[in-house]
C-alpha cells in the first residue's frame, strides 16, 4: 500500500452547486496542499472522504481500503483538523480525554496529557475559554493522540498570526519525517504551500483544474504582463484569466503559451496569482 | 553542511541546493565519507517540499558526488569516484569549448589560449 | 455491545451542562409533595421529563457536534443506540425515584401491586410518547422536532376524553388490567420501530 489517499472521478450534487470529476492520489509520506477560491468544493471534498456525505459518484480509498466499507478502519488512524474545534464549548479538556477514550479505540491518554503540556493548554479549562490558535493546537493534540497515519486539516490557519502558522509548517514537517504519515491541506493561505507542500490539488467551482507535484504546478504557468497594445484578441484567447489597468494589463498563461509571446514580460507565478487569476477567468471578471 | 536559499534570485531552489552542496564537496568543506542530513531532515530544516530535496539527492548521486546507502543514508563521495571524475571531465570540456568561443570573438590564436591557460596553471599552484 | 455501552457513557458527558435541568423535575415535585400537594409524583415526573429528551439534541446542533461524529470511527447505528438507552436508563432511574417518593410522602396506605401496575402503565405511556418524539428530533431538528411529541399527546387526551364521553372508559381499563402483558409488548414494538426508524434517518443526515 503506497497511496494515502485515492480518490477518482468523485462527485457531489447539490441545489446550487455541482463537484465533478475531481481525481487525486496522496501518495504516503508526503504533504498535498488542496487549493482553490472560496466556494470551490475544498470542504466538500474532505466531507466526501471522510464519509460526512454521501457520494453521488467516483470511488473514495483510504491507505487502500474502501472508505464506506472501512470507515471505522479508516478513521482509527485518520487525525482531522477543522477550522473551528468539534466539541461541546462546556468540556474541559480534561472531559475531551474521557470522550476521545469511548471513541478511538487506540487512544493514549498519556501522549494526549503529554501534548496539552507541550502546547501549554491547561487540562482544566473549558473549549469556549480557548483562542483560536490554542484551538488548532487541541484539535493537533487529539489528533496525534490515537497515532493518526494520515491528518486532514481544512482551513486551519484563517484566523491565525503568522507565528501560530508557521509552528503548524513545523509540526506538519515533523509529522511526515519517518515516511509513514501524511498530510492533506486545504487553505486558501497559500503562502504556508509555497514552502512545504510536495503535492497541490487545486480546484475552482467544483472542478478539478490540477493535481500533481507542487514545483511542476508552478512551472506550468507564467504570469505575463504587458501594455494596453499587447493585449490582442490572440493574447486574450491563452489567456486563463487577467486583470486589466491603466497601463496596462498582467494574468496568467500555461508556460507553453507564453513562450509564443516573447514580446511579453513572463515571469514566476506565485500560487495566489494562479488561483486569483484562475478565479476571474472563470466568472468572466 | 551549509544550505541557505534565496527566493528572490529566480534561480529554483532545487538548483541552489545542488550547487551549494557540490561547491562545498569541491572545495573540500564537505569531506568523502561525510554523512548528509536525511531528504525529510533537509525539507525539514529548509522548509522545503520532500520532493525537492529528493530531486536534488538524486541528481547528486546520478552526477557521482554522493552515494545513496540503502538504510543507511546519504555519503559524499571523493575525488576517486569514476563517476565524478567523469562528469568532472564533461565539465571541463564545456568550460574549454566556451574558452574557445571566446578567444575567437576576442580575436586571439590557439598559441595565445595556451599561454593564458599555463599562467593561470602557475597561479592556481602558487596559492 | 461495548460500543454501544461507550455510546451511553458518551451521552452522559454530553448533556454535562444540562444535568441540573434533570433534576428540575425532581425539585419541583419534592416541593410539592412537602408542600402537601396530592399529584401523582410519576405522571408529573415523567410528564416534565419528555422535555428534558431535547438536551442531547440541543447540544449536538449547538455544537455541531456531528463533525465530531463524523471523523469518529463508530457507526451511526451505535450512536442512536446509544442515545435511546441513554434516555431509558436516565427514565428509569426517573422512575423509580418517583416511585419512592410517591411512596414516601404517601398519606394513605397504598396497594404494592395496583400501584406497581398503573405506574408501570404510566411509564410504558412515556416511553410511547418517547418513541414519537426521537425520530421527530432526529428528523426534524429541535426547535421543529420539539412539538412532535405533543401531537401524540393530545391525541391521548382526545382518545381519553372520547372514551369517559362514551362511557367505555372503565371497561377499557379493566381490560387493559386483564390483559397487561400487552402494555410491556406494544412498548417494546414501538419503541423498537422508533429505533430503526431513526437509525434509518441518522443514516442518511449529511454531516
Same mark, same amino acid.
Given at each position: 500500500m503506497s497511496d494515502a489517499i485515492n480518490v477518482k472521478n468523485i462527485s457531489k450534487i447539490y441545489p446550487g452547486f455541482t463537484l465533478k470529476d475531481i481525481t487525486f492520489d496522496l501518495p504516503k509520506g508526503y504533504i498535498m496542499g488542496f487549493i482553490g477560491p472560496n466556494g470551490a468544493g475544498k470542504t466538500t471534498t474532505i466531507k466526501l472522504i471522510l464519509n460526512m456525505i454521501q457520494r453521488d459518484g467516483g470511488t473514495v480509498e483510504v491507505f487502500g481500503l474502501e472508505n464506506i466499507a472501512h470507515d471505522a478502519e479508516i478513521k482509527e488512524q485518520t487525525g482531522v483538523v477543522f477550522d473551528n474545534h468539534y466539541f461541546v464549548d462546556e468540556w474541559t479538556l480534561n472531559d475531551i480525554n474521557r470522550v476521545m477514550a469511548l471513541f478511538f479505540s487506540n487512544w493514549q491518554s498519556s501522549i494526549y496529557q503529554k501534548k496539552l503540556e507541550q502546547y501549554q493548554l491547561?487540562? &482544566?479549562? @473549558? &473549549? @469556549? +475559554?480557548?483562542?483560536k490558535g490554542m484551538r488548532l493546537k487541541l484539535m493537533l493534540a487529539v489528533a496525534f493522540s490515537h497515532d493518526a497515519k494520515l491528518l486532514i486539516l481544512d482551513e486551519p490557519t484563517s484566523g491565525l498570526d503568522p507565528v501560530a502558522r508557521d509552528e503548524l509548517l513545523d509540526t506538519l514537517a515533523e509529522f511526515i519525517q519517518d515516511g509513514e504519515h501524511s498530510v492533506l491541506f486545504s487553505t486558501h493561505i497559500t503562502s504556508d504551500l509555497e514552502k512545504v507542500a510536495d503535492y497541490i490539488t487545486f480546484i475552482n467551482d467544483g472542478r478539478l483544474i490540477y493535481t500533481g507535484i507542487k514545483d511542476e504546478f508552478i512551472d506550468s504557468f507564467r504570469l505575463v504582463k504587458g501594455g494596453k497594445e499587447d493585449l490582442t484578441p490572440d493574447v486574450k484567447a491563452h489567456l486563463i484569466g487577467y486583470r486589466e489597468y491603466g497601463s496596462g494589463f498582467e494574468g496568467i498563461m500555461y508556460t507553453e503559451y507564453a513562450n509564443y509571446f516573447p514580446n511579453l514580460l513572463s515571469e514566476k507565478s506565485s500560487i495566489d496569482n494562479i488561483i486569483v487569476f484562475t478565479y476571474k477567468g472563470t466568472n468572466g471578471l | 553542511m551549509k544550505i541557505t536559499l534565496s527566493n528572490l534570485s529566480g534561480i529554483p531552489i532545487y538548483e541552489q541546493i545542488k550547487d551549494q552542496i557540490k561547491s562545498q564537496i569541491l572545495s573540500g568543506e564537505l569531506k568523502e565519507g561525510d554523512k548528509l542530513p536525511s531528504l525529510r531532515e533537509l525539507a525539514r530544516d529548509l522548509r522545503i517540499s520532500v520532493l525537492t530535496t529528493t530531486r536534488v539527492y538524486t541528481e547528486l548521486e546520478k552526477e557521482g558526488f554522493i552515494t545513496n546507502i540503502q538504510g543507511r543514508g546519504c555519503y559524499v563521495l571523493g575525488e576517486g569516484s569514476e563517476l565524478l571524475k567523469e562528469h568532472m571531465l564533461r565539465e571541463m570540456e564545456r568550460n574549454l569549448s566556451d574558452a574557445l568561443k571566446a578567444a575567437k570573438i576576442a580575436g586571439l590564436d590557439i598559441s595565445e589560449v595556451h599561454q593564458a591557460l599555463d599562467l593561470m596553471n602557475e597561479e592556481k599552484q602558487n596559492e | 455491545m461495548k460500543d454501544i455501552l461507550n455510546a451511553l457513557r458518551f451521552n452522559f458527558i454530553l448533556v454535562k451542562p444540562y444535568l441540573r435541568y434533570y433534576l428540575l423535575g425532581f425539585v419541583v415535585v419534592f416541593f410539592f409533595k412537602i408542600m402537601g400537594? +396530592?399529584?401523582d409524583a410519576v405522571s408529573f415526573m415523567l410528564f416534565m421529563l419528555l422535555s428534558t429528551h431535547l438536551y442531547p439534541f440541543q447540544l449536538e446542533e449547538k455544537n455541531d457536534l456531528y463533525r465530531l461524529y463524523g471523523i469518529a470511527p463508530i457507526k451511526r447505528s451505535v450512536l442512536i443506540f446509544g442515545r435511546y438507552l441513554f434516555i431509558i436508563v436516565i427514565s428509569l432511574i426517573d422512575w423509580l425515584l418517583a416511585m419512592m417518593m410517591e411512596y414516601a410522602f404517601s398519606k394513605s396506605t397504598i396497594i404494592i401491586s395496583d400501584y406497581l401496575i398503573s405506574s408501570l402503565f404510566i411509564f410504558s405511556i412515556f416511553l410511547i410518547l418517547t418513541a414519537f418524539e426521537i425520530p421527530g428530533l432526529y428528523k426534524l431538528g429541535v426547535i421543529k422536532g420539539r412539538w412532535i411529541v405533543y401531537v401524540p399527546l393530545v391525541l391521548m387526551f382526545i382518545i381519553v376524553f372520547l372514551a369517559d364521553a362514551f362511557q367505555i372508559l372503565e371497561s377499557t381499563s379493566h381490560w387493559i388490567t386483564a390483559n397487561f402483558w400487552l402494555v410491556p409488548t406494544v412498548t417494546i414494538i414501538v419503541l423498537s420501530l422508533s429505533v430503526s426508524l431513526s437509525v434509518r434517518i441518522f443514516n442518511r443526515k449529511e454531516f
Open positions: 491547561n487540562p &482544566v479549562k @473549558k &473549549v @469556549k +475559554e480557548l483562542s | - | 400537594s +396530592e399529584i
